[in-house]
């Protein structure tokens, strides 16, 4: 059963405190991405890799960080350093060429 | 910033209708995308239209992209109860290394009444 998976679903932490988003992805795609959504808007790139052991930085970058050392993993995390991380939080990948994304199911986060 | 923005926010039709959504979009670009969020759950892709594609339809779907004017629409025909979420286009662009991240808009969120 190929896609997206993301996990958890919800999460809540402490202000303070990093907290890191898991995304899996078994559709063999080269390119993955990470966008936040806030609630009644569109989705915002954080950061995206084309190619395991590469990334770059998206439209709001700061405040969160990235690896990518296996093609199937892109894992998020969200520093202490991010002023408003409380949003839901949507993973894609993307065969490159054709542009479509595919979504996991996203993880919404609450930091109090 | 964002680049893509939805007309009209919201939109509420009667089952069996047909609902149109535009896009609106600043600078170049290589494709646009439409894709349908339910509430609370990832996005799922509709139709991807290219730059020199002017039309294109899948299924109750018909999608439209005029480079000129920056713009698109989607029209949904016979819409059904299941039709009911909010709908947003994203343009994309290809750096030569590979697919960049989509732009997206804000979105249009469609209400179908049975």
């Known amino acids: 059963d190929g896609g997206i998976t993301q996990s958890p679903k919800y999460l809540f932490r402490k202000e303070g405190q990093n907290v890191t988003l898991s995304c899996e992805q078994n559709l063999n795609h080269d390119a993955m991405y990470w966008y936040r959504q806030d609630p009644g808007q569109g989705l915002r790139l954080i950061y995206y890799s084309q190619i395991v052991n590469d990334f770059q930085k998206g439209d709001i970058a700061e405040g969160y960080s990235v690896s990518r050392e296996k093609k199937e993993s892109f894992p998020l995390t969200v520093t202490s350093a991010q002023k408003n991380p409380t949003a839901f939080y949507l993973c894609?990948?993307?065969?490159?060429?054709?542009?479509?994304?595919?979504f996991g199911p996203g993880t919404r986060l609450t930091v109090t | 910033s964002q680049q893509g923005e939805e007309d009209p926010q919201a939109l509420s039709i009667q089952e069996g209708e047909n609902a149109t959504m535009n896009c609106s979009y600043k600078?170049?670009?290589?494709?646009l995308q439409w894709y349908r969020q339910n509430s609370g759950r990832g996005l799922v892709h509709l139709i991807l239209?290219?730059?020199?594609?002017r039309e294109k339809h899948s299924g109750r779907l018909r999608v439209t992209l005029d480079t000129s004017k920056k713009s698109s629409s989607l029209l949904i025909t016979a819409s059904r109860a299941a039709d009911t979420a909010s709908y947003f286009c994203?343009?994309?662009?290809?750096?030569?290394?590979?697919?960049?991240?989509?732009?997206f808009g804000k979105g249009t969120h469609l209400i179908i009444q049975p």
């Open positions: 994203a343009t994309g662009a290809y750096s030569g290394g590979g697919a960049d991240g989509l732009t």
């Open positions: 894609a990948s993307s065969g490159g060429i054709i542009y479509e994304q595919y």
């Open positions: 600078t170049s670009i290589n494709n």
């Open positions: 239209i290219r730059s020199n594609e």
